[in-house]
């Protein structure tokens, strides 16, 4: 059996629990259509004369298109028509060119060559699924097979295939300047020599189907007003709509997308191919078009999380202090970058996990393979650099023989105190987690380590102020491929040096538009930042002033919440329940159950759409 | 034979909304000409509860039964831009969005109710039951309804706002790192309790203890489930799932749920939650995205405990039964670790 509890005894002088909506258990609004199948999603808008389109992909994973014989799969019965890569008008995209980042390296259709087995090379669109898998079937490609690499740390060497000529080192190019994301702070190959124990390990994330029940599909027609509308399951609608805008060269205003609620995504579906390939089906023929993965595309065409490798490399002191750490990251972005190139920055952000560490640095590579192409997925970025961080905590736990969550609550950050990435840390409660789970599992901890606290002895000394940096230049683009770069980790002769203190301005949330805007200071329901000012704000407002221990292994005088925390009473909502009580509906009775579903040849009976004439 | 229990700890934070800002999301609200409120978005509900999340903060915004409250998820023609469910930014983004807007209506409502009652609108507020009334008079009141009907039939007004909200984007820097990633970190810690056949490399998880920091559970079934299924995911993440089993080789791909192995229902593990609430302070009500970060502390919870109970480290996912095999042989046996203290 699973349990919860609410721990409201935590922190409840930043909050106000007297909020009369939020923190109720209110019942979602959709669950009725949900378990009674009356949900409508993309897939049930069942056009008539709906066209079904399929994709023909590589059995390869690299190889060259000397030649695409389409004439076979045209005669078939029920083909109304064979695409190609000439028929996409803007055959070259990357997803994050919507925000400006990296250089489109992707085409909708492969022409000139394959870089992933099972990468798109051709689509047929025909009046029934069945109709389009024996058409694909029948299209003839010549490939002339290219040598491959698959592996990260192969695809870096100067000999290697070049997968993506876009990219033709097989890296992303971070900066203008180098084939990794950097990250400098402090100096740990100083820290290094220090330290008492050195601690290396490396690790390996390897790749996950997102697996959502729903796999990714688009259905569009033409509408009227020279229009097309789409009905897509897409994580991000406009995300979707500007790439299918960008990829058919069509302005946007003549996109109509239709989605919303979609069965799982779990990172899945951004990557927006279904959407621009069924409305590039609806311009050509004029007809509705369904394009949809099967649950072979979905697991081994559809992206999934990417592999990554990681080395850590830690100095840790006798007291179980970590007072430097390393990392040499590389993500497996596949053959095309889509979505990677950010989860390394996002990453580097991450980067030392939540811990203070004085001497930091890191080398992330975003590596171009001869794979399905890596996207997004729960965690992003963070997910695999999490398991090496959190296993290597335990490796170090284990060469200074110490518990190990005494160790990570020795090493936890805390608020004030300043952060690799040059800004301080706020709002942390990484040690409170660490206590109460300990105390649920009963796993003791010390006293010392049960009576710390986030709020307490973070940003003092030289746990708040950034320390002067060595930095290098090692890893400029192209340099590893001329056999100019040796290693990959950062590097152990610094050529340069970044004076303490030395940061910008951070960026902060937009200007509210209009002062009407703004929720009454007296309802935002917290007491955090400068902008509450509450008449009855009891203690300091933004950080707490620490009443200034020792660095590092501290021991705040006052005992905070002990060791095997009590377990607090269960969440019950606080303010009066509001006088009328929901309009309860009607419970869902189908007045003729099991009538719904279609009857059309390349349409599941089982399908539960309603007809759209 | 035997079985060994082992005991793994893991705790992590994880950054909420896109890296570097730049993903705006807006929100428009308005009344019904009978005082319901409509909130259009383009955001997609994923089945996580973008919807419901949404309602309840527009209904706390505006100060009226959620019963009262719509929202319309997603359309490219009626709900303004939205950057997209992911990045454990809807809630942050979206909410605060909804805020705005409803923020906004709310103003244009008790305006309108004030010019109603003849008072000044900052001496009145709202009941959350639907009755708008003059502090410390509750008798002095107005319905909602009667205020909608009134403002848009008698004073022509409109019930309506409208909501953004944006980290402007921001850079790193190529040399240090330097960013500013996002503006706030949800938390968790979580103990696994596992055992392991030495003979098999069988491993099972028996039980969950955890703790999650979310900020404010906006709604606190919907924190459960999240937290409930991330474990479940995670642990799934941990044992059983990749598409390359023979990584980086792509040899033995699974192509359906036959051969993708995860855990049935079978294998929900118990669980028992703790949540904490620590405000962000840009934060919808100070709730933080619980949905991403769920997941995450459970893997390397596991491959800790797998080496407390049998010795073997396994470094590299997922940790089939083939590696904790190869690893106790290649030990020579089981060498367990011992109740961590």
């Known amino acids: ?613 | 034979m035997t079985i060994h229990k082992g005991r793994g700890f893991a705790c992590i934070n994880y950054p909420i909304g896109m890296n570097l800002g730049g993903d705006p999301s807006q929100a428009l609200v308005h009344s019904t000409p009978d005082g319901k409120f409509m909130v259009a978005l383009s955001s997609i509900d994923l089945g996580q509860g973008m919807k419901s999340v949404t309602r309840q903060i527009a209904s706390e915004t505006l100060g009226v039964p959620v019963e009262d409250v719509y929202v319309d998820t997603a359309d490219s023609d009626t709900g303004p831009h939205c950057m997209g469910s992911f990045a454990s930014r809807g809630t942050h983004r979206v909410g605060n969005a909804v805020i705005r807007a409803a923020a906004e209506a709310r103003k244009q409502m008790l305006d309108a109710a004030a010019e109603e009652l003849e008072v000044n609108a900052t001496d009145l507020e709202t009941d959350g039951a639907g009755s708008i009334h003059v502090k410390g008079a509750p008798s002095r009141s107005i319905t909602v309804a009667d205020t909608a009907i009134a403002a848009q039939f008698k004073q022509g007004r409109t019930l309506s706002g409208r909501g953004i909200f944006l980290i402007p984007p921001s850079d790193v820097d190529g040399e240090t790192g330097e960013m500013t990633p996002v503006t706030c970190f949800a938390h968790a810690a979580l103990v696994v309790d596992l055992e392991v056949d030495d003979e098999t490399g069988e491993v099972e998880v028996k039980e969950i203890n955890s703790a999650y920091e979310v900020g404010r559970a906006l709604n606190p079934k919907l924190v459960e489930q999240q937290l409930i299924g991330g474990a479940w995911m995670g642990v799934s993440h941990a044992l059983y799932e990749t598409t390359e089993p023979t990584y980086p080789e792509r040899d033995h791909r699974p192509v359906d749920f036959n051969t993708y192995l995860m855990p049935g229902p079978a294998e929900v593990v118990p669980h028992n939650l703790a949540i904490l609430e620590r405000p962000a302070e840009d934060a919808p009500y100070g709730g933080k995205g619980p949905g991403e970060m769920c997941a995450n502390p459970v893997l390397p919870a596991v491959a800790n405990a797998v080496y407390n109970a049998v010795g073997v480290r396994c470094d590299r996912l997922p940790i089939t039964p083939e590696k904790v095999l190869r690893g106790i042989r290649e030990n020579g046996g089981a060498r367990p670790q011992g109740t961590p203290s």
């Not at chain 1, 990435?421 to 300990?438: D, F, G, M, S, Y």
């Not at chain 1, 607090?568 to 009580?581: E, L, N």
């Open chain 1, 1 to 613: 059996m699973s349990s919860v509890e609410f721990r409201k005894d935590l922190f409840a002088d930043e909050r106000d629990d007297n909020l009369k909506e939020i923190g109720k258990p209110t019942i979602r609004q959709d669950i009725l259509g949900h378990v009674t199948g009356r949900t409508p999603f993309y897939d049930d808008h069942q056009f008539d004369g709906l066209l079904h389109m399929r994709a023909v992909r590589s059995p390869h994973h690299h190889a060259q298109i000397r030649g695409i014989d389409t004439s076979a799969a045209e005669r078939m019965p029920g083909v109304r028509r064979v695409l190609t890569a000439k028929d996409v008008p803007n055959n070259l995209n990357t997803l994050l060119s919507l925000i400006n980042f990296g250089r489109d390296d992707e085409p909708l259709c492969a022409h000139d060559k394959v870089r992933f087995m099972g990468e798109t090379v051709a689509w047929v669109i025909a009046d029934t699924e069945r109709q389009a898998r024996d058409a694909v079937a029948a299209v003839r490609v010549d490939y002339n097979v290219l040598p491959h690499v698959l592996d990260v740390e192969e695809a870096l060497q100067p000999n290697a295939p070049v997968v993506n000529e876009v990219y033709p080192n097989n890296t992303f190019d971070y900066n203008g300047k180098y084939d990794h994301q950097k990250l400098r702070f402090g100096d740990v190959n100083k820290a290094f020599a220090e330290a008492d124990h050195i601690v290396e390990a490396e690790y390996q994330m390897s790749p996950i189907e997102q697996a959502p029940i729903e796999t990714c599909g688009a259905i569009a027609a033409p509408e009227t007003n020279d229009r097309f509308v789409c009905y897509t399951n897409t994580q991000a609608l406009f995300f979707s709509l500007g790439t299918t805008s960008k990829l058919l060269d069509i302005a946007s205003s003549r996109l109509h997308f239709i989605g919303g609620t979609a069965g799982g995504g779990f990172g899945g579906k951004v990557d927006s191919i279904v959407e621009p390939t069924a409305v590039l089906g609806a311009m050509l023929t004029g007809r509705p078009v369904r394009f949809a993965w099967d649950r072979e595309e979905e697991m081994q065409v559809g992206a999934p999380r990417g592999g990554e490798r990681w080395r850590i490399k830690d100095g840790v002191m006798n007291d179980g202090r970590i007072i430097a750490r390393e990392f040499t990251g590389f993500f497996d972005s596949g053959a095309y970058v889509r979505l990677s190139s950010y989860a390394i920055v996002k990453c580097t952000g991450h980067i030392p996990g939540p811990y203070t560490i004085p001497n930091v640095a890191s080398n992330i590579y975003c590596v171009v393979t001869n794979r399905t192409p890596a996207t997004a997925m729960r965690g992003f970025g963070i997910t695999a650099a999490d398991f090496a961080i959190e296993c290597h905590m335990d490796r170090v736990a284990e060469t200074v023989g110490m518990n190990p969550i005494e160790l990570r609550i020795l090493n936890a950050y805390r608020d004030g105190d300043m952060k690799a990435h040059r800004r301080p840390a706020k709002n942390t409660a990484l040690i409170e987690c660490c206590q109460v789970a300990a105390g649920k599992a009963a796993w003791p901890i010390s006293a010392d380590a049960a009576a710390q606290s986030s709020k307490v002895g973070g940003g003092v000394g030289e746990r708040g102020v950034i320390p002067a940096s060595v930095t290098d230049e090692d890893g400029k683009i192209g340099d590893r491929r001329a056999g100019r770069s040796e290693g990959t980790s950062p590097s152990r002769r610094g050529t340069g040096k970044v004076a303490a203190g030395t940061r910008v301005e951070a960026k902060t949330e937009a200007h509210m538009q209009d002062p009407d805007m703004a929720l009454e200071a007296d309802r935002i329901g917290h007491r955090m930042g400068s902008a509450s000012t509450a008449p009855p704000a009891p203690a300091p407002a933004a950080t707490p002033a620490p009443p200034a221990p020792a660095p590092v292994a501290a021991t705040p005088s006052h005992p905070q919440p002990t060791a095997p925390v009590p377990p607090a009473p269960q969440v019950q909502p606080s303010a009066p329940v509001p006088t009328p009580p929901p309009a309860a509906p009607e419970p869902y009775q189908p007045e003729q159950p099991f009538q719904r579903g279609l009857n059309r040849p390349g349409t599941s009976r089982f399908t539960s759409g309603f007809r759209r004439r």
